[in-house]
């Protein structure tokens, strides 16, 4: 490519338990240079070994509810029973830069984020089951079985919404998933419509050696 692009959004969702968060923490630390992860704020309590800045921004209800109030989230949703939003800056900030940017987010989240950037990429990651969907959840440690049961319940709900996505990928061996994602990606750099600087160098190019001839 002769000319750098604006970088590419890309929305990964997943029931909860999918892999997500284990799937981005290998694709950054395999491919640093290419991707800006975004990090969200939420107001659920942090699980052990989470800190703040890092995996989350930490907030209080009331806290959350100002930066709605101040605009400063692309979008936001509740998410069993607690708040989880984008904030805007470092978002439209590393676009430009033309950093891909990867928000890890969920439905309905995912899908006003493709009402405000139409180009957006949404991706889907599922378990290979639903039995090690909940093998995983169980595994994590990191919630109560009550808690554990209402994700499951929100995994039914988003699976409803599945067709909305772009492309869906299997987490089952880790390091492939995590290929697959990057693959997507970079795929999605040579699609003409997200070219159309060099598509235009270039016919200016060509422009002038018929003028040249002339
Ligand atoms: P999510 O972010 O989608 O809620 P996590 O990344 O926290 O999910 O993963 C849920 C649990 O499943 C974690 O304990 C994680 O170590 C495990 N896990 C993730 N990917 C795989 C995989 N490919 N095979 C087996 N276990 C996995
Ligand atoms: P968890 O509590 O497991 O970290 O996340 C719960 C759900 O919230 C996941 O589906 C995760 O993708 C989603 N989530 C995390 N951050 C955001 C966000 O900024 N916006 C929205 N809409 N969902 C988010």
Do not use: W
């Amino acid at each position: 490519m002769t000319r750098k692009n604006k970088g590419i959004l890309t929305v990964v969702s997943g029931f909860s338990g999918a892999g997500k968060g284990t799937i981005m923490k290998e694709l950054l630390a395999k491919y640093e240079q290419n991707y800006a992860l975004s990090i969200s704020a939420t107001t659920r309590a942090p699980r052990p070994g989470e800190k703040d800045g890092v995996e989350y921004f930490f907030k209080s209800r009331e806290e959350f509810e100002k930066m709605i109030a101040a605009g400063e989230l692309i979008e936001y949703a509740q998410y069993v029973g607690n708040y989880y939003g984008t904030p805007k800056a470092y978002v439209g900030k590393q676009l430009e830069a033309g950093r891909d940017v990867i928000l890890e987010i969920e439905i309905q989240g995912a899908l006003k984020v493709r009402e405000q950037f139409p180009d957006a990429l949404l991706l889907f990651v599922t378990p290979p089951s639903a039995d090690e969907l909940k093998r995983r959840l169980i595994g994590r440690g990191t919630e109560s079985m009550e808690v554990i049961e209402n994700r499951l319940a929100r995994a039914l709900e988003e699976a409803e919404g599945l067709e909305e996505y772009d492309y869906l990928v299997v987490n089952d061996v880790l390091e492939e998933c995590v290929e697959e994602v990057h693959e997507i990606i970079r795929n999605e750099h040579y699609r003409v419509s997200r070219n159309a600087g060099n598509i235009r160098e270039m016919r200016e190019e060509l422009k002038g050696f018929t003028r040249r001839q002339d």
